[in-house]
């Protein structure tokens, strides 16, 4: 970290700060300028408050050098993460589609679009049981029997399940369903859950919370990371912007600022990042063409009647001219479908 | 709800909203304006999915009328509600001051931290002993440990003690120690936790999300109050935005907005709202005077050494000027300390 | 608009209103719902201040219907607007290339860009003769001399000049020199400078304001379209969020929106909407797939010595291998390049 | 400013860079931490396009340590700049008072306005004659016959005129009729005028972007004094955020920042702040509260029929009261009004 002293701060100041660190088994380094001194200081401070040293006497303000995210960096791990479960392949060139309706709502209505996504090209299913809603009238999702549903999907169709554990209490019961278990963007930073997931054998997909910085997101995953799990699949979503056109502003850049920092792969949730279905399929092609490493896309039998989330739900052939869109720029970079 | 169709839609497809808006048991009023047809929707439509009348043929976009909260709403309880725990009181005209260290690090500190905050006019500590961290390297409280020092410091003291709860299973232990349950911004939509505070009888403050709305903040108390435990305080603690210079963005215009919708109590957290003890003093001024209904302020005795947050807390003389500068304002004004 | 009353307003209130929008010619609908009057206005309300009801007695909040632009709206004219100058074609199908440097800084440096651009597929040529810049003390551009070596740069490759314009009494200097005339972000709301620019029969390059919704840009739009120039080409640069690892927030969702709104082509600038250069190709691909009707993006023969917007530029050999990208996307969606 | 080097940058890159800074004329000094090298550059780099480095081989990132802003730097001047014009004084303990109609509409208006306001306290009168609006079909001011009417009701009542000016051949004739010019948020960034009122001798009220930083505010302020006129007041009226709530999101906050960073008097406009008149009295009584140097506010004789902004705008005895508020804070915190 760089500590910046005030024009008018002391050399006595700058030399207790310089003792400071030392104290912190760190080695400062005074650099005297025209108009500030600054007191660089070498060594890994990752794991120290560097922000308190701006409340000690004639510190202006603490610049941080190191990321605190260890594990996820590409620095500690060169080569793509890549996930496999069931035919889904995400990361490394491979493109992972995994679509499905916000809720499970009905055996006909998963199953249905169970078939539907597989028939499209999609290798993964997603699909809520456990619902986070902003209101508590809203319809909270059909719990276990959502899951045996899902499961049951899965049996016929050999999708990939993918689907979202809200609480640590029920990390067990998600994880014996499902194959990719989602952190939703409200609970990037519910630390337990994080820690909970953390423990598991089962890959995790991360999404970003609406205000989350891509340092609080990188150390969102580092929470899980540093429990054992090393599956971890990185989720933009869009974050909370003064835009109201949309839902959420969904900035595609990440996807490039994400491989340059982390070996963890990158998917799109062009869905959330929108909310709108008109803007789904435009931005399905442009998370291909990005790069990202895959995308999850809300797809509903009959979306004016869907219980949550039908004004961003794609039909069934929108979503398949979607792909047809996707696959054709997937073949042109010389990317790989799942 | 009002249903605002496309300028090319067809009567027919007017008249197709209208039916389904029937279906949900509401009543719609067909407007046949110059350039657009409208269906305004009378009822009830709270607890209605009311943005997939987005995915019907010919709808441009739905525009909600009615606030899904109803329990928070003024409308539904006009007269304020006040929290009175030992000789702490918060609202209507009772401005409460809750000051403590950022996290509990010895007896030594909060004990410290307790008798000064108590001797400049605080009726509330605050003090972590559960600590959400960004990273996973940070410190991360005292856990039982610091529970058991807050409870001495009120045993001492008097001071009704405000502690986080960061989980759900957690809910009974801090309950047995604590005297308001605090959860935090991270936790704002943490459904689970929400509803296992409102089982509870204990007093809740609730902090607003980095990047939560209003409504989405109302309707987060709704979920504790559904359950039954009415005794909320919304603590406004500032926003996500552009501004880097501060930590968050605190908007006091919060505190007027919030009171002419809830008859729930608003505190401000200067100290989280801004990131730099430099700036609480003016800023505890600027929320007395905007009538909140009390603050919540970080206080430590030696904030260099900090544990967390040691560039947001105010030291004790600090904080004593401070409750100087408020008990000026809230003279002038005829309100009450605590 | 939907004017909509308060809980505990009367019914003269209401009727009160509703006489205010008959004085202004407009036709008032009451409609008495259960827990709400509101008050839906039929008539083309845009030219009346709309939000004045707020103030009216009883009146909770009020709800535009109509956007405020009407010539830039793709309901006036459903058909696309096609910008064509030099071998430059954007909009329908045409995706257009203007690339560059920043700022013009000497004749080798521009000669060297338009060449390179040229033989990599570009049709524009970008470079700044007059620069808006946020230090005063920073380089501000080569003005008139600037603009004659742009000039030249034509002359030889026959590309189409594209620069800033920032005051009014330059617009006839500036227009008599440059193919399609630049409005800066910082710019878009400087109402006059738009007039200006709507007088001449050049085409006008917008680009939006970093916190400008898009009914602001469009409404910009407006001025420029409603003193008689027509061929305006909207450019989404980015907007400011509390996003900090990129310069900018660059929402490509703004390009299938706008597409639903208006008829105008919409030009996407990757160097300012990231900051980065090592995200600009990328993005590059994206604004392809997401059909864009152009790209606009800073090249320099020499980034590092760069005399503004260097960390932004990319490398000739960059922008050629950039530009293969783009051409594979461009083949397989079967678009046109310029 | 400190050049942060990549973990996988050679020595060589670094010493590049070294050689880089050096050959600006500036200083360079080399850290080899642990895991990455350091240039940390001595020296005034304001100057410099600091930025271009991030394009060098090797480097991570650029710190800027010094602000670019230099005349507007308390660092430069300590001692706060006080604005003087007829009676309104504002600064150094000074509250000054400017209110009045967002719009000259009528002589009447104008008049009854003046009398209003000043008898209320205000010692300034605001009014648009010159108008900026979103809309191009919105009432655009009465131009220099609102600017004779501001100017005949300065005669009456001996209140300092603060009125819009727009454009730069628009200075003189705004600045023959008025005391203090101002310049609104939409052109912050407009140079050109910046630098025309830079040349008069008039104080200046220059309006905060709604997107700017702090730095991006100081400097457009620099550029004002960098011409010559000494004589600037800084005015926060709001930024935009996510919040819908309000009509801008207004950071009190900013008033003790800036104190802390520059000698010109900061005053605030929470009718643009909030954009609901039932918001703006409290935040009045904020301002005081968190010492700022003034507030400027919308008042209108009956909101309802006001041109523009009605809204926002206070009636005469809205305005009474909340001044009456105000006056008590004033004298708890010994602020003299005016």
Redesign the interface.
Known sequence: M?I?MR??ASRDAAEDVAR?VEALGLKP?L??????T?V?V???D??K?R??????AGVDK??P??A??KIASR?TKPEPTVIRVQDLVIGDGHFGVIAGPCSVESEEQIMASARAVKAAGARGLRGGAFK????????QGMKEDGLKLLAAAREETGLAVVTEV????HVDLVASYSDIMQIGA??M?????LQAVGECDRPVMLKR???A????FL?AA??IL?QGNQQVILCERG????????RF?????S???LK?KTHLPIVIDPSH??G????VP??C???????ADGIIVEVHPD?????????Q?LTFSAFEETMQ?CG??L???GMTLN
Chains 1, 2, 3, 4 share one sequence.
């Open positions: 760089i910046v024009q008018d400071r380094h650099i005297f300028g025209e108009e500030r600054v660089a070498v060594g890994d990752r794991r408050d922000e308190k040293f701006e409340s000690c603490v610049l050098i190191l605190e995210y620095e986070p809603r902003t209101s508590p009238y809203s319809f809200m609480t640590p209490h409200r609970n930073q519910n630390y337990h859950l919370g609406a205000s910085t891509m340092d609080e150390l580092e929470y540093d974050i909370r912007t003064f835009e109201s056109h949309t502003t969904l900035p595609l850049a996807v490039p600022y340059s990042g929108t709108h279905a008109n803007l435009p931005m092609s442009a998370s291909v063409a990005v790069q979306p004016p009647n869907a219980m949550s989330d039908g004004a739900s869109q054709k720029i073949d042109a970079l």
